[in-house]
């Protein structure tokens, strides 16, 4: 199947500090990527929605000056936290959209492995 | 909005099988997925069937779909260990956004 990484799998950063974390989709075009941010013992809330080479779409909620989105290329999208703060300290999962060929009439999103970040 | 409801836990005996239930509101066409995510990891599809099909099967997992009654249960024949895990049930409706709209996750334990 379709895979998609994330880098790094896992960063603690002092209070203030930016961190950015990279999403690429490794064999196949993502024409659409997402990012999640999970809690503990909790279900996935969308962040943001990004198409290549246009401006991601928030979700009501999620400060867009402080989680940066760039979808540059259609393999490649990156999430920078800005001036994290503990309470930014999650489990971020990003998931890329392609289109499916052949043996699937749909389109199927597939997720990374997560950055788990830890804000101190 | 559209809305997905799952049971959080279930435990079951290995060699047993599991059937973990879900409902969605959605009465539009929509895809139905089942994820897994191992500790400390991403998500994994399982499977996805579409809102016209009433049934899809691979290998020990069995999908079944109840449009009436917007039910979706996944079933998992002679369940192992390597199972232990959450089961997100997820939907995404083919019109506005077609965002995947998650539930809270179904906590497998499996007992020896």
């Known amino acids: 199947g379709a895979v998609v990484s994330q880098h790094p799998s896992w960063v603690i950063c002092k209070s203030g500090t930016s961190v950015k974390i990279e999403c690429r989709s490794l064999?196949?075009?993502?024409?659409?990527m997402f990012w999640y941010r999970q809690f503990p013992k909790q279900s996935l809330m969308l962040m943001a929605t990004s198409n290549e080479g246009s401006k991601a779409t928030y979700e009501q909620g999620v400060e867009k000056d402080k989680f940066l989105i760039n979808h540059a290329s259609l393999t490649l999208s990156t999430l920078t936290v800005t001036s994290a703060h503990p309470e930014d300290s999650s489990f971020y999962i990003c998931?890329?959209?392609?289109?499916?060929?052949?043996?699937?009439?749909?389109?199927?999103?597939?997720f990374g492995p997560g950055t788990r970040l830890l804000v101190l | 909005g559209e809305d997905v409801e799952q049971s959080l836990f279930l435990s079951v005996r290995e060699g047993d099988s599991s059937v973990i239930n879900c409902t969605y509101t959605?009465?539009?066409?929509?895809?139905l997925y089942w994820y897994k995510q191992e500790p400390g990891a991403g998500l994994q599809l399982l499977t996805y069937?579409?809102?016209?099909?009433d049934m899809k099967q691979d290998q020990r997992l069995t999908v079944l779909l109840n449009k009436k009654d917007k039910h979706l249960s996944l079933r998992i024949a002679d369940t192992q260990t390597g199972d232990s895990a959450i089961y997100f049930c997820a939907e995404r409706s083919l019109q506005g956004a077609q965002k995947l709209v998650f539930g809270q996750g179904t906590r497998l334990t499996i007992n020896p």
């Open positions: 064999d196949f075009q993502a024409t659409t």
């Open positions: 998931s890329a959209r392609g289109r499916e060929t052949a043996k699937n009439s749909g389109e199927t999103q597939y």
């Open positions: 069937i579409f809102s016209n099909m």
């Open positions: 959605d009465s539009s066409s929509t895809y």
